[in-house]
Structures are given as C-alpha cells and as structure tokens.
C-alpha cells in the first residue's frame, strides 16, 4: 500500500475512534475484507484504540513486531460495549475461542474459568473452587480472577464454616464419632460434619445461608466487616483494619463473577468420548466408527437477521477450527426449514463435488420436521448423506434417517451416546445464538 493510502487508512481510523464510547468493552481489528484479526479489552475502548494509532509511536518496540505486522492490514476498527470489566474479559475468552482471529496468541486453548461449586446433592455439601465443576452442583460464576475466588471462599468459610474436603460423609455412619477433624475445625472455619460435630440439618441451614448470602448484596455482613475495620482503625491496630479491609474487598469482589447460564463455557462440560463413540456407533447401527460429528442449528428473531451455525467434533471433543457461521441469503421471513436447507447446501456443495471430505455424522437440532429439511437438502445436492439424525427438544428424542421407527429414538438420560449428542446439539445452539446476539448489536463478522 502506498504511504498516502496508509495516512488515510489511519486518519479515518483515528477519526471514527473519536466516537468510541469511554467505557469498558471490546475492539476488534479488521482487515479490507471485514474478517477480524484481533480482539481485544478494555477499560477506557477510545483511550486503548487510540493508542495503537498515535502518531510517532514505535509500535514494534511498544508492542512487539506481530501487533505491527497485524496493524498494516487493518482497515477499520470497531468496538463492543460491554456492562463491565467482568463482561469484557467474559465474553472476550469466548470470542477468541469461538472465532479465533489469526493475532490472538492468549485465550486460544480449553483454559477456563473457576466457578464455585457447591455439591448440593452431598447429605454435606462441600465448597469448591474448581474449573471442572460437577453438573449436578449449585455453580456461581464464571469468576474472571480465581485469586479473589479463592481468596473469598477462606473469608466465607470463617462464617458459614463449610466443609473443603474431598470426604464422602454419611449421615448413617456412626464411625463419624470416633473420626478427628482436620485443622479448619480448630481454628474455626468448619463445623467438623466429618466427627458428627454438627447436624444435618443444622449443616445444610448453614449451606442454605451460604446460598443466600451469594444471591444477596451482603449488605449486612459487610456493615459488620466496616465495622470491625473502622474499630481496629480507631484502637490504632492498622494491621488488623487491613485485614478486615482486604476482606471487605474480596466479599465485594463475589459479584465480579458471570453468570452460568449465560456465560457458558462448554469446554467445562466435556464428557468422556471414548464410550459414547462406541455406544452411538451401535446405536447408528454403523459399520464404521464414528469420530467426526457436525452439528446444526438456526437462529433468528422475530424472522430478522437469521444465521446458522455449525460446530465440529472429533473423536467427541469439540473441533473449534472447525466451527463456522452463515448469515442466512436466500430466506425472507420465518422458515427454519428453509434456512436449514441453505445452510446444510453450502457447507456441504463442496464435498458433493468431491473437494471435501465428508463427516460420519450429521446432527441437526429439532425433530421430524428439521430431518426431512436435511434430507432434502442433499436430495439438491444429488448425493447420499452421510449418517444423518435430528435430536429434538424437551423429549430429547432422537430422529434417524432412514429408520423404519418413525416415532423416533429415546434413549434413558444416562446414555453416553445421548450425552454426546446433546452436547454437540446444545454447542450448536450455543454457537448460533452467541452469533446471532453480537450481530444484532454490531455487523462484525463475514459469513460463509
């Protein structure tokens, strides 16, 4: 590129940052093409741009030779807002992993965040920080510093005085009597349900307070903790106020967290591959394994600015370089067949001429309705599909092409094969509706 048409890329980027809010959020870096090469948080978006654009910077020194290579293909640049820092690093990590712009080197992998975890279904529940939660827990977060988290989980355990063993404790054993406590319990930050020290039911009213005292502001523990550090303050015991102070800020600190429905993280959720794979094999009746599953799905609003999604897997685990969007082109209005047609017909129009390889599996979210759309769509393609199903909704019951039961398939909620199959579906909508949320609020990214 001449410097001329350089000078007046970077003036008019320089210009359009001027607009940025001042706020927490995310930019994305963008080439001729649209296509985002980086993405990144802030917490003041214009003051962060801007300072990749000032004239007379050294960027190779500042930043490093791959930002300024990076920065000589970038056109425009545009921002999310987000409500918080939180937010940002949130749904920063998702984005990296979902779309993975070619200049992001960190967030790339299946590193997670903590939750807490509360194992409710224990007769006494424990108290966890943990990156591989149980799914059957009472989880909060994902935390985006799990320093704080388990720095927190201490003061918290100074005044419920939780279990954060690995024990399994029965209420039926009466060996608990004659078992001697760990060290917590003497220096008071658990009631020693392990030696029958408490109750049942006095240690899961404890549990329950912890519960509440998580969806609350915490008001009224930290009065008392203010309290306590403006009392040290005043006695001139300045070490203690800092301890109160410091836990003070880690109980403030519980609602930077994400919440778990929202801020799914499916790398958390994985499931042993190797079984499922063989139980879905058999119930495909295949003569092949299966290792490569793509999955389908539509998301819209009110029929307006539909998109599909597919995700991959191999060998039960997802394939994120695999993972791709389409902006739906050729379907007005609300058709979920229509658009699931379209989008099963560009992915695989490739492979049907012989240029791709074709999965083991494809899996497309809904019923009857959904399996007959697919269907069609290699019917247009003039090619045999590969092994084809639909898995439905609330039933979870699953539709196999080709099956004489034309009832479907439901198989018991414990089955390996169901798991996998739910949980490629589910990634699947996941991967939709996140798409489908970002393009609503921002035209981002380039389609398929």
Not at 119 to 132: G, H, N, Q
Not at 163 to 172: D, Q
Not at 205 to 220: E, G, M, P, T, Y
Request: hydrophobic share 40%.
């Amino acid at each position: 590129m001449k410097n001329k048409d350089l000078s007046d890329v970077v003036g008019g980027i320089r210009k359009a940052i001027k607009d940025f809010p001042t706020g927490p959020g995310l930019y994305f870096m963008k080439d001729s093409r649209g296509t985002v090469l980086y993405i990144g948080k802030a917490k003041n978006l214009r003051s962060r741009v801007a300072s990749y654009f000032q004239a007379g910077s050294d960027i190779i020194s500042s930043r490093g030779p791959r930002i300024a290579e990076m920065l000589a293909k970038v056109k425009t640049v545009d921002f999310l807002e987000t409500k918080n820092e939180v937010d940002a690093c949130l749904q920063e990590a998702r984005l990296i992993k979902d779309i993975r712009p070619p200049y992001n080197a960190d967030l790339t992998d299946d590193k997670t965040f903590p939750y807490l975890e509360i194992t409710i279904r224990d007769e006494f529940p424990a108290v966890y920080s943990t990156r591989k939660p149980k799914t059957n827990s009472r989880l909060f977060g994902p935390f985006a510093n799990a320093g704080d988290l388990r720095s927190a989980i201490v003061v918290l355990q100074k005044i419920f005085k939780f279990r954060t063993c690995r024990l399994e404790i029965s209420e039926s054993d009466d060996k608990r009597r004659f078992f001697r406590p760990c060290i917590l319990y003497s220096i008071k930050q658990c009631a020693a349900p392990c030696a029958d020290y408490i109750s049942k039911t006095d240690y899961r009213k404890s549990i329950k307070d912890l519960i509440i005292f998580l969806n609350s502001k915490r008001s009224k523990v930290l009065r008392q903790l203010k309290k306590q550090m403006d009392d040290a303050a005043s006695a001139l015991n300045y070490e203690k106020a800092a301890m109160y102070r410091d836990r003070i800020r880690l109980i403030e600190n519980l609602d930077k967290r994400g919440d778990v429905g929202e801020d799914v993280q499916p790398e958390v959720f994985a499931i042993e591959p190797n079984q499922a794979l063989e139980k879905l094999q058999q119930v495909l009746e295949s003569p092949n394994p299966i290792r490569v599953i793509e999955g389908f799905d539509i998301a819209h609003i009110s029929g307006s600015e539909t998109v599909g999604s597919l995700v991959r897997f191999i060998d039960g685990r997802p394939f994120k370089a695999g993972y791709r969007r389409y902006k739906i082109k050729t379907v007005s209005g609300i058709d979920d067949y229509a658009c699931l047609k379209e989008v099963l017909i560009r992915r695989f129009r490739h492979a049907a001429a012989g240029e791709e390889l074709w999965p083991d599996l494809v899996l497309v979210d809904g019923g009857i309705g959904q399996l007959h759309a697919a269907q069609d769509a290699f019917k247009e393609l003039k090619v045999s599909p590969p092994k084809l199903v639909a898995l439905a909704k609330k039933e979870e019951i699953i539709y196999i092409a080709g099956s004489l039961d034309k009832s479907g398939l439901k198989l018991p909620a414990t089955n390996p094969a169901r798991k996998l199959l739910q949980y490629v579906r589910d990634e699947a909508h996941r991967f939709a509706q996140h798409y489908h949320h970002i393009l609503r609020s921002k035209k981002m990214f380039n389609e398929s």
